[in-house]
């Protein structure tokens, strides 16, 4: 029995940890494994620092960080819609500041005055600031991202205060998704100002110094240049990205929310992989592929990799050097990976966990090179990670910045380099921390004397051979001390990089030479590096059309084309791209002579593909030259046909062009049942073909495969001849797949018979091969309805049909179909809005991967929000469905029940709105009672009835609206969301409790009833009744109250079926039916127990106290520690068995005239003061026992919960039996 107890004990303190809300910040930092040599410092937390999600350090070594607090929500705006993905439309667009509305997010600035290197000062630098999500120091300000706008705050005195409103640079970055907007602002090597921009926000770029321009994308890497107030989409796609750096060689670097993979190598005007179906295509619709992620091996982690660094400093070990450290957010971790060059790109491997905990609210979202040469960690600190749930709880109340420190701490010196002369700048461009040399970059462009450092600058782009010629190199770019001139030698110098940037530089110089391109042109000859080709067909495209067409020819002639993966694309987008933008009709695709057959291949497709796309007249021309020069050439037909299928898809034609009659015709000849060659022909139009088709649908020999490409080719040309032809062959086939395939066949047509043949013999049909024809009947009015009919006629089983599918057969909008819908269905809203879509994914995830909840505690929750309209197991109200009977065990089936309660109403349960003869206005479910309805409501926490004469009806009208609110889950934190599913899921208690020594036990039920909110009634009683029925004969109903002011609480009604009650409540102003339920229970003389403030447990029958309890209640003395002792003539009580004296927390109460008739068992003192705290009384025939002690320390007590269960055990007379 101790045992029992101890375990009792165990698992409350164990909740409560568990459900604690994380750790204080000195508790997490001690929880971090790192490796050998490394160790975690904490150098920043709230409440200084709160959600943070980007950090940088000014020129004295100063720490800025940008709070996010204002997310996820606009201040100010209204959502108008939202999508399944939460992307927002909002109300309005609002001004920039200080005009439009403040919110809540700030920019801080940290500072060491002591360089201990923990940033105890702080000083905010800008406050108001509405879902800023990035920033960057520079040029005597700080720019700032705040959707829908990219601001400049000046600050050109430098005192840390702005020196007044922002000036708006760029408007129009998207809105729409606060967890992926414009993020990462950093200096690029070239002096331009670089971002990221995420996945599901859609910018349209307005640049006041560009007005006739507007640049619109979704996803992407995007650059400005403050001197020359130019805007470019660098390079589009690559998902939700945050995150971005550049390597030592000036390579963009960015982070990913795409699984298996740790970063994208973003190249210049280059397409990326994007999440298609839910983002949207590539904004060129004519680049046919796009770059993948860097390849990975050994993934490790969630699928978000944000906030990542190219570790670039001498402080770590050399295995670290130049390799990417990256935050994984749902792995509470920091990994670090290996990039090792492949060709012109980069390969990656999994390289080890750099910072890893226990801690799940551990949320690193950015990293930063420091000034130390240590990697600062941001870390947002919350439970939650993902967006997806449109429920604000965020915990605005923490935030914590690490520094990842190597051998130990070392004391940082303070440092100012604002001060440094132009040449001490440069000079700091040979410093081993990347840090140092960005910061030398940045400084020396902004420096009106950076002239005095061009020289030496100029000399080490000469005469060095190794990094500091790249960083002498970009230093001149940026401070302009360069000029076309320089860059004369730009095939010859012996760095590669060099070579590539200087290709870079001089063409996104605006107004080059115009030499410049067959100076590139000459380079990409012979140019044995794929970094520098790989730029040169990047920056080809900043050319003149017949420029760049030259320039790319070049780089096909180099041999080196066919030995990199990103070449080919680099090569057909400038193909693509000057020929689209050529107004002269010059520019010719050229014929890929002398590449190797997959290179053929691979130009020859989009060729044809793109000619197809465009003037059908001249493209089918230049497909039939490029027919003849396959031939001549004797190529490979196939990519050709397969471009011109590809684009037919998506553009067919009525009839085979005059160009292409006489090839297609020999190919025909030739290829008799090649399918390509028939769909070309077919997507023409061109009869013959489709007759080949036809014969293949019905072709054995081709095997299945063949025949469903065939059903499927003559399905999209919608061949009115297949209709018949695929109902004979579906009556006819002995597969499943081909059965299939052919029910998708048929959706093209919308003839009767398909209908009626398919319902025909549905009985006969395996289950794949239903579910596939009940997809297909719901498509067409005329087939639903016959659908329905046969439904009504109780010739169709409803088992077949699921609510999804009658909702897609209302929104056919035909009345006869939606009349049964309705009569067998119940009202069915149209689809799930886009905001109740991502709670109801988001809750099933977080379900998924939450510890199995508990049962006991979700009952007390069910008691609270549910049970007043809900049976379940035979305790509840009856307003709404007994879930005992629901598809309980469905964890999809009761999220949408629950989030989006009006999506399916049955029919027994849909609200009307009746309208009486004398214009009562009445709302709710109506039963029929004879020559009367009755009206049920539920509305403000009671159920309402009202009876009205049939007579005195004017008009009745359903309501769309369920009667069960929304949002019912909100107020729920996810443990308890877990714990209220699995008292859902449970199977019913069971009535006896098997002895292996004997008979059955009959087991006690017991009334729990809880409602006192100062101490926690409900968690203490939770905890209780699972230590009761996990050792004794009981079945425990807990009647949870929601509040104290609720004149009504919902379960009161079961007390009549229990056995006996015990009470913890505390000043509840229940009323009427509920009141009277307590009083019947207690005149009823069934044992009573009283917890705590059970003694004014109900405000409008205080009397219970003397009257039942035999009390005398006058309040308490205070906080403060009182000693418990059982009284000297009680010590051999039963209810006293086992319990010794011990202290408790709660304060004494006050009971100066108990009753004449209790029996004191326990006496409390605290100090001079002393009280009775425990008695039984038994009266009329009942036992009672009371007890003033509850606290919820108390209920951790073995002592004071054995005295709970003796108590229950003498109040029964011995009904309260061990299970064993």
């Known amino acids: 029995m ?67 607090l204002q997310y996820p929500n606009y201040a100010g705006l209204k959502a108008v819609k939202q999508d399944q993905y939460l992307r927002t439309v909002w109300d309005k667009v609002p001004e920039p500041p200080p005009r439009g509305p403040k919110g809540l997010d700030k920019i801080t600035i940290l500072s060491d005055p002591d360089a201990s290197g923990v940033f105890t000062r702080s000083k905010d630098f800008v406050t108001g600031l509405n879902i800023a999500s990035g920033f960057c120091i520079g040029n005597g300000g700080v720019y700032v991202a705040q959707p829908p706008y990219l601001l400049f705050y000046p600050d050109k005195n430098e005192d840390d205060v702005p020196d007044g409103d922002p000036e708006v640079l760029l408007s129009g970055f998207g809105m729409d998704d606060t967890h992926s907007l414009a993020n990462s602002l950093q200096w690029g090597p070239d002096g331009w100002l670089y971002g990221a921009a995420g996945s599901t926000s859609t910018c349209k770029i307005a640049n006041p110094a560009n007005p006739k321009e507007v640049v619109e994308f979704q996803q992407g890497v995007w650059r400005y240049h403050p001197k020359t107030k130019r805007f470019e989409l660098f390079s589009e796609g690559g998902g939700n990205t945050y995150g971005l750096d550049f390597d030592k060689n000036g390579q963009a670097i960015a982070g990913t929310n795409w699984g298996g993979f740790a970063c994208l190598h973003q190249m210049q005007g280059a397409y990326h992989v994007k999440g298609f179906s839910k983002h949207g295509p590539l ?25 990542g660094v190219l570790y670039e400093a001498d402080v770590y070990p050399e295995p670290y050097r130049g390799q990417y450290i990256a935050a994984n957010i749902l792995s509470n971790a920091v990994y670090w990976h290996k990039l090792e060059p492949g060709k012109s790109s980069f390969q990656a491997r999994h390289g080890g966990e750099l910072m890893e905990t226990d801690d799940t609210h551990f949320r690193p979202v950015d990293l930063l090179l420091g000034p130390d040469g240590c990697v600062y960690v941001v870390d947002f600190y919350d439970r939650r990670a993902a967006h997806l749930d449109p429920v604000d709880n965020w915990d605005k109340a923490t935030g914590r910045i690490y520094r990842i420190e190597y051998g130990g701490a070392t004391k940082r010196e303070p440092f100012d380099l604002r001060k440094k002369t132009a040449a001490e700048l440069a000079e700091l461009l040979k410093h081993p921390n990347m840090w140092w040399r960005k910061e030398a970059r940045r400084l020396l462009s902004e420096r009106p004397d950076a002239a005095a450092a061009h020289p030496k600058l100029r000399k080490w782009l000469l005469t060095e051979k190794g990094p500091l010629a790249l960083e002498a190199l970009w230093a001149l770019a940026a401070s302009g001390g360069w000029a076309e001139g320089d860059f004369d030698n730009v095939g010859e110098h012996p760095n590669e990089y060099v070579r590539a940037w200087m290709v870079r530089l001089i063409a996104d110089e605006v107004g080059a030479s115009e030499a410049t391109p067959a100076v590139l042109a000459n380079v990409a000859r012979t140019e044995k590096s794929h970094a520098v080709v790989a730029q040169i067909a990047c920056s080809a495209r900043r050319f003149a059309p017949q420029q760049e067409a030259a320039v790319i020819a070049a780089v096909m002639d180099n041999p080196i084309l066919g030995d990199d993966p990103q070449l080919p694309l680099l090569v057909w987008w400038g193909l693509e791209d000057s020929n689209r933008r050529d107004t002269t009709d010059t520019v010719r695709f050229p014929y890929p002579v002398g590449l190797s057959p997959p290179l053929r291949a691979f130009f020859n497709e989009r060729v044809a593909r793109r000619f197809m796309s465009g003037n059908i007249t001249r493209g089918t021309e230049r497909i039939g030259a490029l027919f003849n020069l396959v031939t001549d050439y004797g190529d490979d037909i196939e990519p050709v046909l397969r471009g011109v299928a590809t684009a037919l898809q998506a553009k067919p034609l009525d009839a085979v062009p005059p160009a292409l009659r006489q090839p297609l015709a020999e190919l025909r000849k030739q290829r008799p049942k090649d399918l390509l060659v028939l769909e070309v022909l077919a997507r023409m139009g061109d009869e013959a073909a489709r007759t080949a088709l036809r014969g293949l649908v019905t072709d054995g020999a081709v095997g299945d495969a063949g025949r469903l490409r065939a059903v499927a080719l003559l399905r999209d040309v919608r061949d009115p001849k297949a209709e018949p032809l695929f109902l004979d062959q579906f009556a006819a086939a002995k597969s499943d797949a081909l059965r299939v ?6 959706e093209a047509f919308d003839g009767p018979a398909v209908g009626a043949a398919v319902l025909e013999g549905y009985a006969g049909y395996s289950p794949a091969v239903k579910k596939r024809a009940v997809q297909l009947l719901l498509t067409r009015p005329s087939w639903a309805l016959a659908l329905f009919k046969r439904l ?17 057969a209302a929104a056919l909008g035909d009345k006869g179909v939606t009349i049964l819908v309705e009569k067998h269905f119940g009202k069915l809203a149209p689809a799930t809005a886009g905001e109740k879509q991502a709670r109801i994914a988001w809750l099933s995830t977080a379900l998924g991967r939450t510890k199995s909840g508990d049962p006991v505690r979700g009952q007390v929750l069910f008691t609270k929000h549910c049970a007043a309209c809900h049976q379940l197991h035979g305790a509840g109200g009856q307003v709404g469905p007994d879930l005992t009977t629901a598809d309980r065990k469905n964890r999809g089936y009761m999220l949408a029940q629950i989030v989006d309660p009006s999506g399916y109403i049955r029919p027994e349960y849909v609200v009307h709105t009746v309208l009486t003869n004398d214009d009562r206005k009445l709302s709710g479910i109506v039963t029929e009672q004879g020559g009367a309805i009755v009206v049920t409501n539920y509305a403000n926490e009671q159920v309402t009835k009202v009876t009205i004469a049939k007579a005195d009806v004017a008009d009745l009208k359903p309501s769309p609206v369920s009667m069960m609110p929304e949002k019912l889950l909100d107020s729920l934190t996810e443990p308890e969301i877990a714990d209220l599913f699995a008292y859902l899921s449970a199977d019913a208690p069971k009535v006896a409790v098997p002895r292996k020594d004997g008979p059955a036990v009959k087991r006690l039920r017991l009334a729990l009833v809880s409602g006192s909110f100062e101490y926690k009634s409900d968690e203490s009683l939770g905890a209780f009744q699972k230590h009761l029925e996990a050792n004794y004969a009981v079945e425990c109903v807990l009647i949870s109250a929601k509040a104290e002011k609720d004149r009504a609480l919902a379960g009161l009604e079961q007390l009549e079926k229990c056995d006996a009650a015990l009470f913890f409540t505390r000043r509840l102003q229940i009323e009427g039916a509920s009141l009277d339920h307590v009083k019947a229970f207690v005149k009823s003389g069934k044992p009573l127990v009283g917890v705590r403030t059970a003694s004014h447990g109900f405000q409008k029958w205080l009397e219970m106290d003397a009257e039942v309890f035999g009390g005398n209640y006058k309040g308490h003395f205070g906080a403060g520690v009182a000693d418990v002792k059982p009284v000297e003539k009680a010590k051999e009580h039963p209810i006293l068995k086992g319990v010794k004296s011990f202290k408790t927390n709660g304060s004494l109460y006050k009971n100066p005239n108990v009753a004449t008739d209790v029996n004191v068992l326990l006496q409390g003192t605290m100090g001079k003061e002393s009280e009775p705290v425990a008695w039984t009384r038994e009266k009329d025939g009942r036992r009672v026992f009371y007890t003033s002690l509850g606290h919820p320390d108390d209920f951790k007590d073995e002592n004071f919960v054995r005295l709970l269960v003796n108590g229950l055990t003498w109040a029964t007379k011995g009904e309260l039996k061990p299970a064993k």
């Open 283 to 307: 904004h060129n619709p004519y680049t046919y592929g796009y770059f993948e992620h860097v390849p990975y091996t050994g993934f490790k982690g969630g699928h978000v990799t944000c906030g």
């Open 741 to 746: 395939g052919l029910l998708g066949g048929l």
């Open 2 to 68: 101790l045992r029992s107890l101890l375990s009792f004990c165990a698992l409350l303190a164990g909740a409560s940890l568990a459900r604690a809300d994380g750790l204080t910040p000195e508790e997490a930092a001690k929880r971090f494994k790192l490796p050998a040599g490394f160790s975690a410092r904490l150098v920043a937390s709230e409440p200084t620092v709160r959600q943070p999600t980007s950090i940088s350090f000014d020129a004295r070594g100063r720490m800025w960080v940008l709070q996010y």
């Open 792 to 808: 009504d006629a109780s010739t169709f089983p409803k088992a077949d049909l699921p609510v999804e599918g009658a909702r897609v």
